[in-house]
Each structure stands twice: as C-alpha cells, then as structure tokens.
C-alpha cells in the first residue's frame, strides 16, 4: 500500500530535484503500513546515482523512532528513465527486508514502482494506492 500523500512527496522531490536524482527514506509502522516519506538531500548531486546525506538518514531514523515506526526502505528517482532498478541499485540494495521505490522518469506523471531486492535478485512489488 502506497498512500497517495507519500506518493505526491515522492513525486513532488524527484520535480523539484530534477535533473538529479531525488532521494530519501520511508518509514513504516509497526503492521508494516508506509506512514512517511523523507525527503533528502543526494549528496551526489548527480543525475544517474545517488547517496543519502548521512546525517539526515540519522534524523529521519531518530524522528521514525520516536514515532514508534522503523526506517522501512528508500526511494529515489530517475529523472529521465524508466522506474526499474539499474545495476547500481541492485548492487547498493543492501537491506534485504527494505522496499525500494523508483520513480521515472520525471514528466507531468512521475510513475512511481516498488521493488524488493535481495540478493542481486529484484521483485517487482504491486503498488497499490492507499488513502
């Protein structure tokens, strides 16, 4: 389940990132439901890779906590291809239980997919909106 408000953040960053690629985290509670995604700076400041600044990875990880909620995957966008992991994400994915959601390309509808990556092996999750 993917909330439209997280959805429309998640949209809203990779607009405002473009041309570079947008980046961030999401949490979930503890049945598992997205409540937040966390909008952060790609220090990379590239348009084909990124990097999650630290220190905000750690806020966003403090602030989750302190709602009772964990840091359940990331997102990121690629702004002028399509929303399927590359082989960079593929080798970066290092959390095995963690959703990756990729949105792209960045045009008036920013499709946004979900994948779980374990092992070098990608599965395509069905998102399904939520209110």
Request: hydrophobic share 40%; proline share 6%; glycine share 6%.
């Amino acid at each position: 389940m993917l909330p439209a408000q997280i959805r429309q953040a998640i949209e809203a960053h990779a607009r405002w990132a473009f041309p570079q690629e947008a980046c961030g985290l999401v949490a979930a509670d503890a049945e598992g439901r997205l409540r937040m995604a966390y909008c952060l700076t790609n220090i990379e400041a590239c348009s084909s890779r990124f990097t999650v600044d630290p220190a905000e990875h750690f806020g966003a990880q403090r602030h989750a906590e302190r709602q009772g909620w964990k840091i359940a995957g990331s997102f990121h966008s690629h702004p002028r291809s399509a929303a399927e992991p590359s082989t960079h994400d593929v080798s970066g994915a290092l959390d095995p239980t963690w959703i990756y959601l990729i949105a792209g390309p960045v045009e008036e509808q920013v499709p946004v997919r979900a994948f779980r990556i374990r092992s070098g092996s990608v599965k395509e999750l069905d998102v399904v909106a939520a209110r």
